[in-house]
């Protein structure tokens, strides 16, 4: 075969894959390609590998669910959750990769790349661990709050944004809008760690309408998910008349928090500048989700 024809075959090849990634992109976009179970199932899918740390006692304490970005749980998830002990809170790490074995075998680097789990699909793991927790009896279900590192943050906005829209999270049936806005009800604060805020995040369009505290704590190096993007969503929502705080990190990259990544990782860990979003996420905690006066 001559070489001119080996390079035409090889660019209609590429040209098929690079179609097939953007077709499953807008698939998952859609929610075409999600995987629809009621709460009850969906629960019994995620309960067993939820990890609770917690304060001595018996509580209730002031709760907040964590999400980990797309390459599962890591070490991040502990000093997260070794703070929130510290200051009083109960924490619960929610592992959405381990049950549907995306951990194993490299499959976490699909939805890195968006063709896997979106976080309108995601959102509902973010629902329906809230609504698990809430039944905890540890927790002080009207003190609850949400922290999500990159697509665990998009994931959480993609859950407000399509409650706002009457929408129920694409990995969920059976549900009504109605009973969504009941469950986010008891969130009294946002924390999104360098989320991805790019065209696929949901709140670019419709912001939300929960009038939940929102921090963002952003790497201005971050190259995955730029803070530009963010910045756009937060300005939007103050405008809206939420109460957002952003806070950057400067000369670091996204994952800045995270020390355990993969091989070849170009990420970086930055120790000072975890120190520095723990506790300043610790001080909004205090403020946003202190005590109601008739508690």
Known sequence: MKPRYLFIGAGALVAVLLLAL???????????????????????????HYTVHKPEGAGP??????????????????????MLVHNGWAAIVVDSHTPREYAANEWWRLICTGQLLTGAERAGDVLVSLADAQAMDFVDSKRMALIGMSHGGWSIMDLFALSTSGRVPFNLRGVSSASVSETLASVRALILVYPWCGLSNRARQS???HPAPTL???ASDDIIAPSSECVEIASDLKAGGHTVETQFFSGVTHGFDQSNRSYLSPLEFDAAATATALRTAANFLAEQAAPAPDS
Do not use: H, I, K
């Open 22 to 48: 953007l077709g499953n992109t807008v698939a998952g976009y859609l929610g075409w390609t999600a995987q629809r179970l009621t709460r009850a199932e969906l629960s019994a899918m995620l309960s067993p």
């Open 61 to 82: 304490f002031p709760t907040a669910l964590l999400y980990s970005g797309c390459d599962g749980v890591r070490d991040n998830m502990d000093r997260w959750a070794d």
């Open 207 to 209: 912001g939300w309408s």
């Open 216 to 218: 963002f704590l952003l």
